[in-house]
């Protein structure tokens, strides 16, 4: 679990990325998971666009995500979706959080 003063040090990390995934009609599958886990490995912060076209609202589309590959939501703003998770291999942890 993050604490405000994390969540708010990624938010800032965040601002300066653009969205490398975006959600759109055919929602969350199986190959979207396992590139975002795949990416979430390398660079452990990633922000998400939910399309209009999508089915799921961003809040939901933002827990699914999360609860399938054990990732942080950091924020859920317009149709802009931010998560973390910590890399598993420490040769790939690059973002060092604030205590």
């Given at each position: 679990m ?5 969540r ?7 601002n300066?990325e653009?969205?490398i ?5 055919g929602g ?7 590139e975002?886990d795949i ?5 452990e912060l990633?922000?998400?666009t ?10 939901g589309?933002?827990?699914a995500?999360c609860e399938e590959?054990g990732a ?9 979706v ?13 973002i060092?959080?604030?205590?």
């Amino acid at each position: 679990m993050l604490s405000s003063k994390q969540r708010a040090y990624l938010r800032g990390l965040a601002n300066k990325e653009n969205a490398i995934f975006q959600i759109g009609k055919g929602g969350i599958n199986d190959e979207i998971l396992k590139e975002l886990d795949i990416v979430l490995e390398k660079r452990e912060l990633i922000k998400i666009t939910v399309l209009e076209t999508s089915f799921m609202s961003t809040r939901g589309a933002c827990e699914a995500i999360c609860e399938e590959i054990g990732a942080e939501p950091v924020q859920c703003i317009g149709n802009k979706v931010v998560i973390y998770r910590m890399a598993r291999a420490k040769d790939n942890r690059k973002i060092q959080l604030p205590k």
